[in-house]
């Protein structure tokens, strides 16, 4: 996985104001469906850790995990058009 941080070659580029450029926002907005459907599946599973885990419980967790592998088939496959010039 590549960084979204870029230093720069010298240091008189360097800015450490605090706040991300506007590069890594864009970067963060492209990845938010995949951020979104990961913290869906950490809260699918952490509600069965206190307690048995039901059909229901079961389900929830498939299809968040669906819904995961189908952000990160999304994001490769844009990054994929981006990067060889294709429409995205």
Do not use: F, Q, Y
């Not at 605090?18 to 995949?34: F, V």
């Not at 850790?49 to 059909?55: H, M, Q, W």
Request: net charge negative; with cysteine.
């Amino acid at each position: 996985m590549r960084s979204i941080i870029t230093l720069p070659t010298t240091s008189k580029e360097l800015v450490l104001d605090g706040e991300p450029s506007d590069a890594e926002l864009d970067a963060i907005e492209c990845e938010m469906p995949l951020i979104l459907a990961d913290v869906e599946l950490l809260d699918a599973v952490i509600k069965t850790l206190d307690r048995p885990v039901t059909k229901l419980d079961e389900r929830r967790i498939r299809r968040a995990r669906h819904r995961v592998m189908a952000a990160r088939r999304d994001l490769t496959n844009r990054t994929v058009l981006t990067e060889s010039g294709g429409a995205a």
